[in-house]
């Protein structure tokens, strides 16, 4: 069984990702975890990366190559990222995870140690990035949920119930 979880920064797919592994026995891999490992690679911070990476489209591309690589050679594999449901072709389930942005931002200012007008400040500047990169690069509407099998919202339900939900879910599948 393979399944990707994504969503947006502060939705909880990495904490979602844990618990979902854990309950199931599965392993997970997190595009954040490959990001940071090219990142450790090319002997960079996380945000020297992602300034790189805005002008190499090989980047991404990359850490898409990895993900969709890891999950064909695997039985059973969460795959958490925020396009990883474009890429691991061989999903049994794809999950999204949304948020409402003020929720989000207080999340991540705590995560992070931050004020939580900084964290909005980043978050817009951020996703504005990305939501560029993904089109230019894979021409991706990353605002698109038609590939999603399941959206669910992490402001109503906590990471334990959120992994039931999924559980269940599974059941009918």
């Given at each position: 069984m393979i399944i990707t979880i994504g969503g947006l920064a502060g939705t909880g797919t990495t904490t979602l990702a844990e618990v979902l592994s854990e309950k199931l026995n599965?392993?997970?891999?997190?595009?954040?975890?490959?990001?940071?490992?090219?990142?450790?690679?090319?002997?960079?911070?996380?945000?020297?990366?992602?300034?790189f990476a805005e002008g190499n489209d090989d980047i991404d591309k990359e850490i898409?190559?990895?993900?969709?690589?890891?999950?064909?050679?695997?039985?059973?594999?969460?795959?958490?990222?925020?396009l990883s449901a474009f890429f691991v072709d061989n999903a049994d389930l794809r999950i999204c995870l949304m948020t409402p942005f003020d929720v989000r931002s207080k999340r991540i200012a705590q995560r992070e140690d931050k004020s939580v007008e900084i964290a909005k400040e980043e978050i817009i500047t951020r996703e504005k990035s990305e939501a560029l990169r993904y089109k230019e690069i894979h021409n991706i509407d990353?605002?698109?949920?038609?590939?999603?099998?399941?959206?669910?919202?992490?402001?109503?339900f906590d990471p334990e119930s959120i992994s039931e939900i999924i559980i269940q879910t599974l059941k009918v599948i």
């Open positions: 599965v392993p997970y891999i997190s595009a954040g975890f490959i990001f940071r490992e090219m990142a450790a690679e090319r002997g960079m911070t996380v945000l020297e990366f992602g300034e898409d190559k990895r993900q969709a690589e890891k999950a064909k050679s695997a039985e059973n594999l969460i795959v958490e990222g925020r990353i605002s698109n949920m038609e590939i999603y099998d399941l959206i669910v919202n992490t402001d109503s």
